[in-house]
């Protein structure tokens, strides 16, 4: 059974980099072909998908975030972790990473395993 779980700070001020951290168990994140992404929910909104990182290390990004998103990871911990520039409180949510087989990586629903989430605001 694959689990993930989102840690990092749960308050970031305007301007600050938000930095999370996926650690998942059960599975490796360089198993073909699972891509692993960050996806949020603002309040109120559906779930964005940000990005992800393949099994083979290449990163894929939303166009809407491209300029100020960068995903990583560490295979020796099997984590991946998400940065994200500049924020504003636009980017108050929740924010989960996922799982998914296959190149479908954008599609929100094509997602098989998923962290409980993880609040952030973003607020001075």
């Known amino acids: 059974q694959v689990q993930l779980q989102e840690s990092g700070p749960g308050l970031v001020k305007p301007s600050q980099t938000l930095s999370l951290t996926c650690t998942v168990s059960?599975?490796?994140?360089?198993?073909?072909?699972?891509?692993w992404s960050w996806i949020r929910q603002p309040p109120g909104k559906g779930l964005e998908w940000m990005g992800a990182?393949?099994?083979?290390?290449?990163?894929y990004y939303s166009p809407s975030l491209k300029s100020r998103t960068s995903i990583s990871r560490d295979t020796s911990k099997n984590q991946f972790t998400l940065q994200l520039s500049s924020v504003t409180p636009e980017d108050t949510a929740v924010y989960y990473c996922?799982?998914?087989?296959?190149?479908?990586?954008?599609?929100?629903?094509?997602?098989?395993?998923w962290g409980q989430g993880t609040q952030v605001t973003v607020s001075s």
């Open positions: 059960g599975g490796s994140i360089t198993t073909n072909y699972y891509y």
């Open positions: 996922a799982r998914t087989s296959g190149g479908d990586y954008v599609n929100v629903g094509s997602y098989d395993y």
């Open positions: 990182i393949a099994y083979s290390g290449s990163t």
